[in-house]
Each structure stands twice: as C-alpha cells, then as structure tokens.
C-alpha cells in the first residue's frame, strides 16, 4: 500500500473543521533559514509564550536510525534550541532532514507531511496542537 | 520498521479520515494513520482491510488488548498491518 503526496485543498477537504487538526492545516510563519537548527532558532521564541506546568521538550528527530540527526526545543518562558537528543522529549517528530526543512520554513504545513507519508509524530499530541497554535499567534 | 506494540489510547474515525493513538506502556504514545481521504488508496481490496483495523482496535480499545500495528515505512505514520494478540504457541512444545 503506497501512499501519495496531497494538495493542500485535499488535507483540508479530508480533515473539513475538526477543532484538532485544523491547527495543523497552517504552516509555521514563513521565514528564511539554510538548517532545521536556524529555523528552530528563528521559531523557538514563538514557543515561549506557551505556558506549561512542567518542563517540556519537543524532538526533532531527521530519519529514524540512531546515528540521525537531532534537535530540540526545551519550551520554557525563554526556550532554548539545543543540538542532540533529548533524555525523554514529550513529543517527537520524525522526518527526513529535507521535509523537516520543508515544514519548518513554512513551504508545507504540518499535516500536509503527515498526511502524506512523510512525518511521524510520538509523544503528547495535545502538546503539538499547543506548540502549533502558539507559532501562529 | 517502526512495529509498536502497546494498548488503543484512542480511536478518532471522522467522514474521511482515521486516526489511533498507541500508547506501549512506557508512557510513549505515537499516533498513526489508517486512512486519509483517498490515501493510501480506495481500492476496495485496501477498504475492507482499513475496515477491519478499525474493528480489531475497536475491540483492543474496548477490552485493553495489546496490538501491535506496523507503518508502511520508517518515515511514515500511514499503517500497514494492525494484529491482535500475538503469534505465539501455547503449551504445545515437545518436552
């Protein structure tokens, strides 16, 4: 069973207005950046407006072996971007490097990847539907 | 392959959309699609068998059975197969 690229029309038609995924419909604010580290640097200060009762972490996690690369934003009120892995992040995202970029400079939104086969996302998906919703504040 | 194994946190079947989220018991959950619009695909042979993940993680979320669902890729959340229980032989070995 392949799956396919979608238009974004076709992610919207499919999810129509459901409250959850509709976040996820909008790409992150445009900007320029050559790396997943720039861009997160460029977007981490949008996540510090989100307020969280614990200590938070957010994966981004480029292929799934365990020599990939990784990044990530520890959410706080000054969140920092950190190059590596984190202990137990709360979410993850899994993607290779060039749709990461993709996402992260807004070419695409985020359930455009995911809805087309080219993002995996484990850990607290309320937590992504948070991060999501602060960005585009 | 990304297999996880754990029990049915939650099953969401919208007018054309199926999602589930499988938590493996070390408080890791990851959320998986069983079909999005027309993909992977409409063909009938691939909608019964979408249907019928459905039914098993029905059932598993009902009854807190352990499944084991598997992605079609590493890269991707789209499922390619969903069991329940395990293949596994029960008291039949030769001593």
């Not at chain 2, 018991?25 to 042979?45: A, H, Q």
Request: neutral net charge; contains cysteine.
């Amino acid at each position: 069973m392949q799956n396919k690229k979608l238009s974004a029309k076709e992610v919207a038609a499919s999810t129509g207005n459901d409250p959850l995924m509709k976040v996820f419909l909008s790409p992150v604010p445009k900007g320029k950046g050559k790396s997943v580290a720039e861009h997160l640097e460029r977007l981490a200060p949008g996540l510090s407006k989100l307020k969280l009762r614990k200590v938070n972490a957010i994966q981004l996690t480029a292929g799934s072996d365990d020599d990939d690369a990784r990044w990530h934003v520890v959410l706080g009120p000054e969140s920092r971007v950190v190059e590596g892995a984190h202990k137990r992040p709360n979410l993850e995202i899994i993607a290779s490097e060039a749709v990461l970029l993709q996402v992260l400079s807004g070419a695409i939104s985020p359930l455009e990847a995911f809805a087309g086969g080219m993002l995996r996302v484990r850990g607290d998906i309320r937590l992504a539907n948070l991060a999501a919703q602060a960005l585009q504040r | 392959m990304a297999q996880i194994t754990g029990i049915v946190n939650c099953l969401l079947v919208g007018d054309d959309v199926a999602f589930t989220t499988i938590d493996d018991g070390t408080g890791f959950t990851e959320t998986f699609i069983l079909f999005f619009g027309n993909n992977p695909s409409t063909d009938p042979k691939a909608r019964r068998a979408q249907d019928m993940w459905v039914s098993l993680l029905q059932e598993a979320k009902a009854h807190n059975l352990t499944v084991i669902v598997t992605p079609i890729s590493d890269d991707s959340s789209y499922v390619a197969s969903v069991q329940l229980g395990r293949f596994e032989s029960s008291g039949s070995e030769p001593l």
